[in-house]
């Protein structure tokens, strides 16, 4: 074993080592690194907390244009319904105030007694035959002919009230005495003397006081029609009349107003001649009636724009007639056939056409006492004014 005191090998034992110079081949020591003793983690208690060393979340991103788009759109939506409700519902107000100012006004009150005011409220509705307005080519569409003058074949008087909203038609040749002129088929009350006179007739005749006076014209008939997209009529027979302008086939039809006018019309095909006419008249206004209180009027602005400006440009009204009362002789006539109205013929003894005096009478009384309710009861009410 060498002598570690050995000069010869200190190189072994970390003493001089030789020179490059003397050994260039002598083994050099490597410097020794230290080692870095391992990190020992200490085990982590249990607990119920969260693990402390999982990374906390990263925070939540603030909210971008991006995700507030949804509600801002819906915003949106809800200010555009909002806005499209609104200005309906000024359409709907201002429509009707518009055709208002646009109708026509007529002194329909009588001078001289009147019977004193009564209890509802009684209309008289005339269907006028003036040709006033129309062109050449439209009465010969609506065969309304060239006849001068004025005359009504509607005459309708509506009361309004406690009891049943009643209508009651009165045939346009009833013989009555009219003020002036003797007695004569009724509705040459309106040829002598307009509404006026014919206001008067009435009053006279059956002691009912008129409140007041709504007339239509060939061309508002047709108008308000075809406003509610036509109506259903039914006739019992192949029904034919050249001086109506009528050629309709037995059974039910849909009509648009010219034909509607025809069938309103027509005499000549009826066995009972005006008083069968007078019932195709309530048929036509029961069906328009019907329509114009469907909820469609409201909710389709082109029936209800229609309908106001066919009355804007056809009705005429009586003086003292105010909006509001106007409403309310609209809203009856679309009860009149249901079983919240009556529709009834003035009381007739026979063809000529004579009133039922006695009957008429008893008819007349319980509309100016206010008591519809007890018109069916007593048998005053048929569709041709004779007795059952």
């Avoid at 009465?139 to 309004?160: E, F, N, P, S």
């Avoid at 409403?327 to 679309?334: E, N, P, V, Y």
């Avoid at 056409?353 to 009957?359: A, M, Q, S």
Wanted: proline content about 7%; charged content about 20%.
């Amino acid at each position: 074993m060498p002598n570690r005191d050995d000069p010869e090998f200190d190189w072994l034992y970390g003493g001089k080592q030789a020179s490059a110079s003397e050994d260039s081949e002598a083994t050099r020591m490597m410097p020794v690194t230290p080692r870095e003793a391992p990190r020992r983690t200490a085990p982590s208690a249990p607990s119920n907390g969260p693990d402390r060393r999982t990374p906390a979340p990263a925070p939540a991103p603030e909210p971008t244009g991006t995700t507030k788009r949804p509600r801002s759109r819906a915003r949106i939506v809800r200010r555009v319904v909002l806005l499209v409700v609104l200005l309906y519902v000024v359409f709907l107000i201002v429509v009707p105030v518009q055709a208002w100012g646009r109708l026509k006004k007529v002194d329909a009150e009588p001078a001289g007694d009147r019977p004193a005011e009564q209890p509802g409220t009684t209309y008289l509705l005339v269907g006028s035959d003036s040709r006033r307005g129309l062109s050449a080519e439209e009465r010969k569409k609506l065969g309304t002919g060239d006849a001068a003058g004025q005359r009504t074949d509607t005459i309708m008087m509506l009361h309004v009230g406690s009891g049943p909203s009643t209508l009651i038609s009165i045939p346009r040749d009833s013989l009555v005495p009219i003020p002036g002129h003797g007695t004569t088929k009724v509705n040459a009350a309106f040829a002598y003397g307009g509404p006026k006179l014919l206001v008067n007739t009435i009053e006279q005749d059956t002691g009912v006081r008129i409140d007041h006076y709504v007339e239509i014209g060939f061309g508002g008939f047709v108008n308000a029609v075809d406003a509610v997209g036509g109506v259903q009529v039914c006739a019992h027979k192949h029904l034919v009349d050249k001086l109506a302008n009528l050629n309709m086939t037995k059974g039910c039809h849909h009509v648009d107003g010219v034909t509607a006018l025809a069938f309103s019309r027509s005499r000549h095909t009826q066995a009972l001649g005006d008083i069968g006419r007078a019932q195709h008249q309530r048929q036509v206004l029961a069906e328009v009636g019907s329509k114009v209180k469907s909820p469609r009027t409201v909710l389709d602005p082109f029936r209800y724009y229609g309908l106001n400006e066919a009355a804007a440009s056809s009705l005429v009204v009586s003086k003292g007639t105010s909006p509001v009362a106007l409403g309310r002789f609209a809203w009856a006539m679309t009860r009149v056939n249901g079983t919240s109205g009556l529709t009834c013929s003035m009381p007739i003894s026979d063809l000529a056409v004579h009133w039922d005096r006695t009957r008429a009478l008893a008819l007349m009384n319980l509309i100016k006492n206010d008591e519809t309710d007890q018109i069916k009861a007593a048998g005053l009410c048929t569709a041709t004014g004779f007795k059952k």
